[in-house]
């Protein structure tokens, strides 16, 4: 709490507070007394220089841009447009690109052409990169997929392996009842046997009323079948 109220005096009030602290003779506090304010002045003045380089730099122009003319400008900052840069942003480029031109003026396509060259190179890369950043997801995408398949087909079997344990039982379970209809088919087969054999002894009504017996059970033994 000392320590907030003595941040929140002015200099002109601590050093009156210092002053008085020394006249009555307390000379540790007023040691950190000063040392503390001396901290506060070295921290203001590294941060009023560094705003002020901030600003210099954001509102002076670069010595290399003043010499510019209107006709080099013009071409500069189409080759930086070219090349996808801000004319900004190209200061050490421009200064390559002035000494060359005062220099060696034969070299000058030879950096256009290098920086174009490297500028198709990183598009080169960037285009690759995405590339294969679709191919990984698109792979990625796949194997999860698989191994969703796998892993219906893993909760699959053990259903049907209890549905295939299940039918041998259930067979047997309906043999008996398959058994029993063959052996009553059989014995209305017999039936009909007899029933043929009076037939040829029997007058003509008496045949016609067997005969619509003998096409009822056929019809009722078919639907057996049939539901069997």
């Not at 590294?46 to 705003?51: A, I, L, P, Q």
């Not at 002894?201 to 009323?209: D, F, H, K, L």
């Amino acid at each position: 709490k000392l320590q907030e109220e003595v941040l929140s005096c002015s200099r002109e009030q601590l050093e009156l507070v210092s002053e008085g602290l020394d006249a009555a003779g307390s000379e540790e506090f007023t040691a950190g007394l000063r040392q503390l304010l001396s901290s506060q002045q070295a921290a203001r003045e590294h941060r009023r220089r560094k705003t002020a380089s901030r600003r210099v730099h954001l509102e002076l122009p670069s010595p290399a841009w003043e010499g510019m003319d209107s006709e080099e400008r013009r071409h500069f900052t189409a080759f930086m447009e070219q090349l996808g840069m801000d004319i900004s942003e190209g200061q050490e480029i421009w200064q390559l690109w002035e000494n060359l031109q005062k220099d060696e003026p034969q070299l000058l396509g030879n950096l256009e052409d290098f920086l174009a060259k490297m500028k198709h190179h990183i598009q080169e890369a960037r285009s690759k990169k995405e590339a294969l950043e679709v191919t990984l997801s698109k792979y990625k995408a796949e194997h999860d997929q698989e191994l969703q398949q796998q892993q219906m087909q893993q909760d699959q079997q053990p259903l049907e392996q209890q549905s295939m344990a299940r039918s041998p039982q259930h067979g047997m379970e309906q043999q008996p009842v398959l058994n029993g209809s063959e052996r009553e088919l059989q014995m209305q087969l017999e039936t009909q046997c007899h029933r043929l054999h009076s037939m040829n002894q029997a007058t003509s009504p008496e045949r016609q009323q067997l005969e619509e017996e003998l096409q009822a059970q056929q019809t009722h033994r078919h639907l057996q079948i049939t539901r069997s």
